[in-house]
């Protein structure tokens, strides 16, 4: 019986020190997310929990270990310190009940006072951050069967594509978090454009747009993060599995039955290069593009071994966007005299959150804003790499394509547009097809899938692939024949036929 009260006593104790900490820490974290993520959705934690984290930025890892984690156990060892203190006195209250008095000891009443107020705040804790990152709606949706996929979903293995006799390059710039709304943000007090090189770039060539003016795409669910927006532009398609499956991890699967552009430009002979400022293994883009067209892939790591940089560099995510514009263009001066046609991708990531990258010969627009900065210095940096373009002689033959991956994370005031109002940025320059179909589309970045091959001169029977179509022809998107909210919750639901076919199964 002694043995038990006291194992009772110490599972108490252990029980209330874990809530504790929880509690603290949830504090913390749901504020260092609100200033430095902003909106993350549940289906990108899912993903992120199964892919490794090499690569992740190490400024941000030690950010929240000393912004959270650090604090957290700091204040927790004070408050358990004072607990344990309390733990020793043996003060005594009676309490008297149908004539008969109870002797009860303080800090027991004291203990189980803050057993039940520490449940009760991390209950309250748990149903925000539920509320925050949509967790019962995700596993809700997760639980329930749609055939909407199945129904709109076309196998490009099964699609007539025509290349043009002369097959044409691609360069195709994945800008990080680069938003169309960056046009109007409230900065410093006034109605300022942080991207008016971009914007001369959409306005002087094609840019699709859900407006007159200059804008984007939609953000889509299974979209919105960099890995999964290479997976929606390249092959029509959302990230979707389930929560217990673990294959992308094992790195032998990364829908490697599915056809995406890579594919389609290999069989078509084209080489096939991605740089990137960062570690390629950091969410498994380097598998990825291994798997779908078989990229040479630059990255942090290869740029070291070829020492273009030294071993111990390590700035940003891992080298700033000024040495990987450098380096494009002495590739491209490299590849273009190939016999073959050539598909060159960047991935850019000083604009990435929370605060961006701003380097040190960069212009600036803000005295205090470093985010909004980093991204007026990236869309300099990207107009001046695409006059560069403009001058070498494989342009003439060649489309560059300038897109967003997602819609900023940032918790950043200056953005004057609610979440959901904002769109992705993009711009089609020398493409070999045109139309009058740019504007005023209700459109995702599945339909970069197509329109990309389309802007290359490639004909497309029936103008659909994957989720997406051609938007240079009059095909009605997804968006455009079903309403948002609907398509959105039916993407995120279970579907037996997307799992089999990412599964080949």
Not at 61 to 87: A, E, H, M, R
């Amino acid at each position: 019986m002694k043995n038990l009260k006291k194992i009772s006593k110490i599972l108490l104790y252990a029980l209330l020190a874990i809530i504790i900490v929880l509690n603290i820490l949830i504090i913390f974290e749901i504020d260092w997310v609100q200033k430095n993520v902003g909106f993350v959705s549940f289906d990108e934690i899912i993903f992120h929990l199964r892919v490794p984290l090499k690569g992740t930025s190490s400024d941000i890892v030690k950010d929240n270990i000393i912004k959270c984690f650090l604090p957290t156990f700091i204040i927790s060892g004070v408050i358990l310190f004072l607990l344990y203190k309390i733990n020793r006195y043996k003060s005594y209250i009676y309490i008297s009940f149908k004539k008969k008095e109870y002797k009860l000891r303080i800090k027991y009443i004291f203990l189980v006072g803050c057993l039940i107020l520490s449940t009760v705040f991390l209950s309250i804790r748990i149903s925000y951050i539920d509320e925050m990152f949509n967790v019962s709606s995700y596993l809700k949706a997760r639980s329930e069967q749609s055939d909407f996929f199945e129904k709109n979903y076309v196998d490009p293995r099964n699609i007539k594509l025509e290349f043009p006799e002369e097959k044409r390059n691609l360069i195709y710039i994945y800008i990080e978090s680069m938003e169309s709304s960056f046009q109007d943000v409230n900065l410093d007090g006034e109605d300022i454009n942080i991207i008016p090189k971009l914007t001369e770039l959409a306005k002087d060539n094609i840019n699709f747009s859900d407006t007159d003016d200059v804008g984007g795409f939609y953000n889509m669910f299974g979209t919105n993060w960099t890995a999964s927006a290479m997976i929606a532009q390249s092959m029509g398609i959302h990230y979707n599995t389930p929560i217990q499956d673990n294959k992308y991890v094992e790195y032998n699967s990364v829908m490697a039955s599915l056809t995406n552009i890579g594919d389609i430009l290999k069989d078509n002979g084209y080489y096939q290069e991605i740089i990137m400022g960062s570690d390629s293994s950091f969410a498994a883009k380097n598998v990825f593009f291994e798997k779908h067209g078989k990229f040479v892939i630059k990255d942090l790591n290869s740029l070291k071994k070829e020492k273009i940089i030294t071993k111990d560099y390590d700035v940003n995510w891992g080298f700033e966007d000024s040495i990987l514009f450098n380096y494009a263009k002495d590739e491209l001066k490299k590849i273009s005299e190939k016999d073959e046609p050539f598909n060159l991708t960047l991935l850019t990531s000083n604009s990435h959150f929370p605060d961006g990258y701003v380097e040190d010969d960069c212009d600036t627009i803000s005295d205090n804003n470093s985010y909004a900065n980093s991204v007026y210095c990236s869309q300099q940096q990207l107009y001046d790499f695409v006059s560069w373009i403009k001058k070498q002689d494989f342009y003439e033959n060649t489309t560059v394509i300038l897109v967003g991956d997602h819609l900023t994370m940032a918790s950043n005031d200056m953005l004057k547009e609610k979440y959901e109002d904002r769109r992705v940025y993009n711009a089609i320059i020398n493409s070999a097809t045109t139309s009058d179909t740019y504007k005023n589309r209700k459109f995702t970045a599945f339909d970069m899938f197509p329109t990309t091959l389309a802007s290359m001169g490639v004909k497309i029977e029936n103008n659909k692939l994957g989720l997406g179509v051609n938007l240079f022809s009059d095909k009605k998107t997804l968006l455009e024949k079903n309403d948002y909210d609907y398509v959105y919750t039916e993407l995120s639901k279970k579907s037996d036929y997307y799992e089999k076919i990412i599964y080949n199964n």
